[in-house]
Antibody, heavy 115, light 113 residues
């Protein structure tokens, strides 16, 4: 069955970096793009952007053009989200989701940024 | 970017009632090429990942109960949940899938009295 399994929760300090993984299984990884969605505590869903899994080209929404990097390890069917220079406002759950129409979602990674 | 305005932000209903959630886009989501509206609805239950309910404004995802009905065209869309069940307690989001960035509405929290 199709699954997206994300890495575990993270506790970081402001200024640090982190890299979240999203491992896909049950389908051909390069057949679908991967999108990323942020959900701050108690808030709604915020689209971060997507990465073309065939070319590796990322596209970022305006709020995520600085400090955020989407990447792939195609041989491992894994997508990554890296956040640099973490800020308190990056505290959120981050989801990966398959395709531009998100039928399949990862379980989410809770990231806490606190000094 | 296309701005999605969703209303109401919350509502509380009794089981068996009908619920209507509205979503308005800042520009038309209707493709002139195929006359399809690129609007999706997602359900997010507490502590869970979102789930796709409806896409292309009115096409129900496989396995979604037929009490969930999407309608609308152009810039105005509606999600109707008929005969609400206790299990429908969730947040509901519209999202345009017409153009990048794919933007979400602010969400509607559905509570069951």
């Amino acid at each position: 069955q199709i699954q997206l399994v994300q890495s575990g929760p993270e506790l970081k300090k402001p200024g640090e970096s982190l890299k979240i993984s999203c491992k896909a299984s049950g389908y051909t990884f390069t057949d679908y793009a991967m999108q990323w969605v942020k959900q701050a505590p108690g808030k709604g869903l915020q689209y971060m952007g997507w990465i073309n899994t065939q070319t590796g080209k990322p596209t970022y929404a305006d709020d995520f053009k600085e400090r955020f990097v989407f990447s792939l390890e195609t041989s491992a069917s894994t997508a990554y989200l890296q956040i640099n220079n973490l800020k308190n406002e990056d505290t959120a759950t981050y989801f990966c989701a398959r395709g531009y129409l998100a039928r399949y979602w990862g379980q989410g990674v809770m990231v806490t940024v606190s000094s | 970017d296309i701005v999605m305005t969703q209303s109401p932000s919350s509502l509380a209903v009794s089981a068996g009632e009908t619920v209507t959630i509205n979503c308005k886009s800042s520009q038309s989501l209707l493709s002139s090429g195929n006359q399809k509206n690129y609007l999706a609805w997602y359900q997010q239950k507490p502590g869970q990942s979102p789930k796709l309910l409806i896409y292309l404004a009115s096409t129900r995802e496989s396995g979604v109960p037929d009490r969930f009905i999407g309608s609308g065209s152009g810039t105005d869309f509606t999600l109707t949940i008929s005969s609400v069940q206790a299990e429908d307690l969730a947040d509901y989001y519209c999202q345009q899938h017409y153009s990048y960035p794919l933007t979400f509405g602010s969400g509607t929290k559905l509570e069951i009295k």
